[in-house]
């Protein structure tokens, strides 16, 4: 851990302030997103009937991977925060795991747009591989696409000479495995395809979706629902790249902007990696009839004033 005696007393009070305030900020967006993600897990549990439905199993699967990528960098947040150092066959796992759910957020993003796409358009005649019993085939490509990144970071990883991966002390960091410049050049390049077919597949289906709005007189209602909840996916896509112009950012805002570049670092960090995590369960949970209405039947406060005999349509 770094020493902080060695630091000017009004350098190192700066320094203490700025993070309890980073704290006092991201712990309880952190622990109310993981309210709500075991108040809708429970909710699936407690009610089987969500499982017959490929749309709430992927949302599932979103919620666990978000979960899984808030931990993860949560975690790293709070150590490097607290200045902690420890080798790095420690912190590589935890940098895996939050690469990979990290990609993993605009798979499951494009697979849900060609869900909505596919319960529209072949409402009668879904393809085999969308139904729920096997979704879950999906789920796993998603995961092996996911894991690629990170896996050939380790295998690129060129560490300094002296630099020991099972005993050398380092700040838990993605600069840590990205040293080489050939690493970084593969690193942005695939990144750019992956967003780039993802934000494709997106914007074809939002279209496909549009037109048919346009084109049927029954059933609008819903086909407009699903065209809005594109256009959702498409934002929080937008919202994911936007992480990746954060070094061009930060050159050109620390020359205009009175921010050290910790600061900036945090406020991209927040809004560009754990905001779009913490939209999702609203986005997609609360704008869910049917799982609200089933929600409400758990929650203490709102069992009592719900009739639990009342039957509540699940969309398929």
Same mark, same amino acid.
């Given at each position: 851990?770094?020493?902080?005696?060695?630091?000017?007393?009004?350098?190192?009070?700066?320094?203490?302030?700025?993070?309890?305030?980073?704290?006092?900020?991201?712990?309880?967006? *952190?622990?109310? !997103?993981? !309210?709500?993600?075991? +108040?809708? $897990?429970?909710?699936?549990?407690?009610? #089987?009937?969500?499982?017959?439905?490929?749309?709430?199993?992927?949302?599932?699967?979103?919620?666990?991977?978000?979960? +899984?990528?808030?931990?993860?960098?949560?975690? +790293?947040?709070? $150590?490097?925060?607290?200045? =902690?150092?420890?080798?790095?066959?420690?912190? &590589?796992?935890?940098?895996?795991?939050?690469?990979?759910? *990290?990609?993993?957020?605009? +798979?499951?993003?494009?697979?849900?747009?060609?869900?909505?796409?596919?319960?529209?358009?072949?409402?009668?005649? %879904?393809?085999?591989?969308? %139904?729920?019993?096997?979704?879950?085939?999906?789920?796993?490509?998603?995961?092996?696409?996911?894991?690629? $990144?990170?896996?050939?970071?380790?295998?690129?990883? #060129?560490?300094?000479?002296?630099?020991?991966?099972?005993?050398?002390?380092?700040?838990?960091?993605?600069?840590?495995?990205?040293?080489?410049?050939?690493?970084?050049?593969?690193?942005?390049?695939?990144?750019?395809?992956?967003?780039?077919? /993802?934000?494709?597949?997106?914007?074809?289906?939002?279209?496909?979706?549009?037109?048919?709005?346009?084109?049927?007189?029954?059933?609008?209602?819903?086909? #407009?629902? &699903?065209?809005?909840? =594109?256009?959702?996916?498409? *934002?929080?896509?937008?919202?994911? /790249?936007?992480? !990746?112009?954060?070094?061009?950012?930060? $050159?050109?805002?620390?020359?205009?902007?009175?921010?050290?570049?910790?600061?900036?670092?945090?406020?991209?960090?927040?809004?560009? @990696?754990?905001?779009?995590?913490?939209?999702?369960?609203?986005?997609?949970?609360?704008?869910?009839?049917?799982?609200?209405?089933?929600?409400?039947?758990?929650?203490?406060?709102?069992?009592?004033? @719900?009739?639990?005999?009342?039957?509540?349509?699940?969309?398929?």
């Amino acid at each position: 851990m770094q020493n902080l005696t060695d630091l000017p007393g009004n350098t190192t009070s700066s320094i203490n302030i700025s993070v309890i305030v980073k704290v006092c900020v991201v712990i309880p967006f *952190f622990i109310a !997103f993981l !309210f709500f993600i075991l +108040l809708t $897990l429970y909710t699936f549990a407690s009610h #089987r009937q969500f499982f017959d439905s490929s749309r709430y199993i992927l949302f599932t699967y979103m919620l666990i991977n978000d979960t +899984l990528q808030l931990l993860s960098s949560v975690s +790293l947040f709070l $150590l490097v925060m607290s200045f =902690v150092q420890f080798a790095i066959v420690f912190c &590589a796992p935890l940098l895996f795991v939050s690469t990979a759910t *990290f990609l993993n957020t605009p +798979l499951i993003l494009s697979t849900m747009s060609l869900e909505r796409y596919v319960a529209i358009f072949y409402p009668l005649h %879904r393809p085999a591989i969308w %139904r729920p019993e096997w979704i879950w085939i999906i789920v796993l490509s998603l995961w092996i696409i996911s894991c690629i $990144l990170p896996t050939v970071d380790f295998v690129l990883m #060129r560490l300094k000479p002296n630099v020991d991966v099972r005993s050398t002390p380092v700040l838990c960091k993605t600069a840590v495995l990205n040293a080489s410049p050939i690493q970084a050049l593969f690193k942005v390049s695939l990144n750019g395809i992956f967003f780039a077919v /993802v934000a494709v597949v997106i914007l074809f289906t939002y279209i496909r979706i549009l037109l048919e709005t346009r084109r049927m007189r029954q059933d609008r209602a819903s086909v #407009r629902k &699903a065209q809005h909840t =594109v256009l959702l996916h498409g *934002f929080q896509l937008l919202l994911s /790249v936007m992480a !990746f112009s954060q070094p061009v950012a930060e $050159l050109f805002l620390f020359q205009r902007v009175n921010l050290s570049q910790a600061d900036m670092s945090f406020i991209y960090y927040f809004c560009f @990696i754990l905001l779009p995590r913490f939209l999702s369960p609203l986005i997609y949970g609360l704008r869910d009839e049917s799982l609200r209405s089933y929600m409400k039947k758990v929650m203490p406060c709102y069992g009592a004033r @719900i009739d639990p005999h009342k039957e509540v349509k699940i969309t398929k």
